[in-house]
């Protein structure tokens, strides 16, 4: 068969016509795997350093007040206010995870005031 690829599995014979998928992957399909999967270490470096001063500008935990850094490195929690936007908050400790996605528009309500392009839209 000219232009088609054949595999043969237990006396099953498939033929795949170029250009059609049918959930076989090739292994020569023109692109290198190896580079699946590794992060940008660029990218890594800005996000925690948008972490940090994120962390930076919101000070003390939503829910207990104290300052972030107190009792061990600040919790990341995103929690969808009642817009269904994306926010993050950083939390002084695992107990105080609950009561943030239990309630997340009191704490957000905390928050200190991000200018509105610093906000996540909630949209992927």
Do not use: F
């Amino acid at each position: 068969m000219h232009g088609s690829r054949l595999l043969v599995t237990g006396g099953l014979v498939l033929s795949v016509s170029l250009g059609l998928w049918t959930g076989i992957a090739w292994s020569d399909d023109g692109h290198d795997h190896a580079k699946k999967g590794k992060a940008d270490p660029k990218a890594a470096v800005t996000a925690k350093e948008r972490e940090k001063a994120d962390i930076a500008a919101q000070k003390n935990c939503v829910v207990s007040n104290k300052s972030l850094g107190s009792m061990g490195a600040p919790i990341k929690v995103t929690v969808k206010d009642q817009l269904a936007n994306e926010q993050d908050v950083y939390l002084c400790c695992q107990g105080c995870v609950a009561k943030v996605k239990k309630e997340p528009d009191e704490y957000l309500a905390k928050l200190p005031q991000k200018a509105e392009g610093q906000k996540k839209s909630g949209l992927k």
